[in-house]
């Protein structure tokens, strides 16, 4: 069937739930960590941490010098958010920081360069794809402004850096004008250069990069089918790999990398939410299940640093955008 605008994709696959309720076995206003929680972690565990406010879905979070930023979001289509806000893993408080020049859900993602975050494209306030990239300089608490995308994005794609150079999928369909394209931009020259094509779209689905090489896992394709294919791209040569397929998550997952892995968190497989946790190991070409998140999520935000993954809850089963007036809550994974 036809694939809807980004708009309609973003907003029906978010309302996709099955009530407002939140499920009897935890407080959906995030509880706060406990004294067991905060003794020394054990391996392949989540630890639930300090929530943040509002609920928000489809931010990005990046991470520089032990803060987390969490950058942008949207409490339902259309609209987004130019807020931010700063977690810090030492003191377990969040506070908010200067916030995005526009409004923006949807990003590519949030990546660390030289002390500085990077934020790409993402949808504004009438869920419509921009081009804009901007950057947040934690020493003084501004963002500014630098050289635009090539083209507008279509929806959330993906992001991360290579050898210091900044690496973005645009999120678009192939049958689109200028089809599933992949970009990188160069920080020292302010400049965009195009890059070779991934094999297959990957809209809706998520990526980044790992142990120098760009990952693309999941989404639709351009006839409206869902994919569980797993691209790699190598900067070396300028292309493209099929690896090992995930084979689930075909919408809203979140990626990230530690430890020279991949891991996948949460996701719609088709109409529900999911609550697994993926590693894939470029090494063997083999996904490992870890352990379960603490409640089945989509659309969240997801990043890998100082050891441990950061998972900022997005759309919650059993919770619809509808009726959301607590916060968004912070789970930590110790690999």
């Given at each position: 069937m036809p694939w809807p605008k980004a708009g309609t994709l973003l907003l029906s696959i978010a309302l996709v739930a099955t009530g407002c309720a939140a499920p009897a076995d935890r407080d959906p206003t995030g509880p706060e960590a406990t004294e067991a929680q905060?003794?020394?972690?054990?391996s392949n565990t989540w630890a639930v941490k300090r929530s943040v406010s509002p609920w928000r879905y489809q931010p990005v979070l990046g991470m520089i010098n032990g803060k987390l930023y969490l950058v942008g979001g949207t409490r339902g289509v259309p609209s987004a958010m130019a807020r931010v806000d700063a977690y810090d893993i030492a003191s377990n408080t969040w506070s908010q920081v200067a916030s995005l020049p526009s409004p923006r859900f949807g990003l590519a993602?949030?990546?660390m360069i030289n002390g500085k975050l990077y934020v790409a494209g993402g949808l504004n306030a009438n869920a419509v794809g921009t081009r804009t990239l901007f950057v947040y300089d934690p020493a003084t608490n501004?963002?500014?402004r630098k050289a635009d995308l090539p083209q507008a994005v279509c929806g959330p794609g993906a992001q991360g850096a290579i050898a210091g150079k900044l690496y973005v999928y645009v999120g678009c369909h192939a049958s689109l004008v200028n089809g599933r394209v992949f970009f990188r931009y160069d920080p020292a020259t302010d400049m965009w250069v195009k890059r070779a094509t991934p094999p297959v779209d990957h809209v809706g689905g998520s990526g980044t990069a790992v142990a120098g090489k760009f990952y693309l896992v999941s989404g639709s394709t351009a006839d409206g089918n869902f994919t569980g294919q797993l691209d790699s791209y190598d900067p070396a040569t300028n292309t493209w790999a099929v690896k090992q397929g995930i084979g689930i998550h075909p919408q809203g997952p979140a990626a990230a990398a530690l430890g020279g892995k991949l891991y996948v968190a949460g996701g719609m497989s088709f109409e529900f939410e999911t609550d697994s946790l993926l590693a894939y190991d470029p090494t063997t070409n083999r996904w490992t299940a870890r352990a379960n998140l603490p409640n089945k999520v989509a659309w969240g935000a997801?990043?890998?640093?100082?050891?441990?993954?950061y998972y900022v809850t997005g759309v919650e089963y059993m919770q619809s955008p509808c009726c959301i007036s607590g916060p968004s809550r912070l789970w930590v994974y110790t690999p």
């Amino acid at each position: 069937m036809p694939w809807p605008k980004a708009g309609t994709l973003l907003l029906s696959i978010a309302l996709v739930a099955t009530g407002c309720a939140a499920p009897a076995d935890r407080d959906p206003t995030g509880p706060e960590a406990t004294e067991a929680q905060a003794a020394l972690a054990v391996s392949n565990t989540w630890a639930v941490k300090r929530s943040v406010s509002p609920w928000r879905y489809q931010p990005v979070l990046g991470m520089i010098n032990g803060k987390l930023y969490l950058v942008g979001g949207t409490r339902g289509v259309p609209s987004a958010m130019a807020r931010v806000d700063a977690y810090d893993i030492a003191s377990n408080t969040w506070s908010q920081v200067a916030s995005l020049p526009s409004p923006r859900f949807g990003l590519a993602g949030a990546t660390m360069i030289n002390g500085k975050l990077y934020v790409a494209g993402g949808l504004n306030a009438n869920a419509v794809g921009t081009r804009t990239l901007f950057v947040y300089d934690p020493a003084t608490n501004t963002w500014s402004r630098k050289a635009d995308l090539p083209q507008a994005v279509c929806g959330p794609g993906a992001q991360g850096a290579i050898a210091g150079k900044l690496y973005v999928y645009v999120g678009c369909h192939a049958s689109l004008v200028n089809g599933r394209v992949f970009f990188r931009y160069d920080p020292a020259t302010d400049m965009w250069v195009k890059r070779a094509t991934p094999p297959v779209d990957h809209v809706g689905g998520s990526g980044t990069a790992v142990a120098g090489k760009f990952y693309l896992v999941s989404g639709s394709t351009a006839d409206g089918n869902f994919t569980g294919q797993l691209d790699s791209y190598d900067p070396a040569t300028n292309t493209w790999a099929v690896k090992q397929g995930i084979g689930i998550h075909p919408q809203g997952p979140a990626a990230a990398a530690l430890g020279g892995k991949l891991y996948v968190a949460g996701g719609m497989s088709f109409e529900f939410e999911t609550d697994s946790l993926l590693a894939y190991d470029p090494t063997t070409n083999r996904w490992t299940a870890r352990a379960n998140l603490p409640n089945k999520v989509a659309w969240g935000a997801f990043v890998g640093a100082s050891g441990r993954l950061y998972y900022v809850t997005g759309v919650e089963y059993m919770q619809s955008p509808c009726c959301i007036s607590g916060p968004s809550r912070l789970w930590v994974y110790t690999p």
